[in-house]
């Protein structure tokens, strides 16, 4: 009878073992390129030129390398090697003026920012020059409840990451609503919904990249609205984690021109990079205060040689990357 036992229950450990390792192996990719090199960094908590106050947000054109400065309330500019190179913004709520901003789109020759407090999108010369803003708070068509990022297409249509009213609106450039992902002011966590959607970007084709921020994951729809995928954790439910392909708070995204992903993934204090169709491909960085390590990452953007940057919340500086071998 006690080896009956001990077979049987040898039997149930062994069935568990392999139930665990077919579970590993189906929901924790491994990595399919080289990781990243750390090159730089660059800032330090303060006021002046070249410091931060938990930079939230970034994004590089022509060269240079724009800096959301939340608590600041400006957006700071540098070369790519991180000198300083001018500032613009001050607290307020007028043009030109700002109050947290967050995450940061170029398009068009133009900087679009998702200022937070203000409930609105402000768009400025890539010399600073206050062009325009698009919205207001609410809940209503076109307007917002402290967004956070926004991707802005060919055509010049928005897409904004309508964080407190868990959607993503589509608006035309003059800001006139066009459709929106998601119900107003509802959290879920079935495809399509939201719980707090933090950041959009655009594929090379047009689709539609959302972070969607306390759900753990990325979503993709298609131009025409329709959902095509999740990922982040398994069959991206909403759990967190600290494994390959899983998420503990998605804060920023952006795409490379061959529409690779890299995903800010800010309680893992790191940067993940996936195919366009959502495979895991490599991660880098980890939490820390020495080189190439983050304390909570807020931001990612990417060059054309595929040099990355990041805004290292935390550690209140910027980090610069480049491929491995």
Known sequence: MGRKFLKVLGGFFLLLVILLMGGWFAFVPSAKEPGYVFVKAWGEKGSGPGQFDDPTGIAVAGGEVFV???????????????????????????????????????????????EYWNDRIQVFGLDGTPHRIIGSGGN?????????????????????????????????????????????????????????????AL?????????????????????????LRKWGGPFGMNIFGPFNGWFATVTSLTVDGQGMIFVADFYNHRIQKFAPDGTFLTAFGGKGTGPGRFTYITAVAVTGNGTVFAADFGNNRIQKWRPGQ
Do not use: C, H
């Not at 090697?81 to 398009?107: H, Q």
């Not at 450039?173 to 707090?196: K, L, M, P």
């Open 68 to 114: 959301a400065d939340s608590r600041n309330d400006r957006i700071q500019v540098f070369d790519l090697d991180g000198n300083f190179k001018r500032s613009f913004g001050k607290p307020g709520e007028n043009l030109g003026e700002l109050k947290r901003p967050m995450n940061l789109r170029i398009a068009g020759g133009e900087l679009y920012v998702a």
């Open 140 to 200: 209503g068509p076109g307007q917002f409840s402290a967004p956070g990022g926004i991707a802005v297409a060919a055509n010049g249509d928005l897409f904004v990451a309508d964080f407190y009213n868990q959607r993503i609106q589509q608006l035309e450039a003059d800001g006139t609503f066009v459709r929106q992902w998601g119900t107003t002011g509802e959290v879920g966590i079935r495809a399509g919904e939201f719980n707090y959607p933090t950041d959009v």
């Open 203 to 227: 594929a090379p084709g047009g689709a539609v990249i959302v972070g969607d921020g306390y759900n753990d994951r990325v979503q993709v729809f298609g131009t025409d609205g329709e959902f």
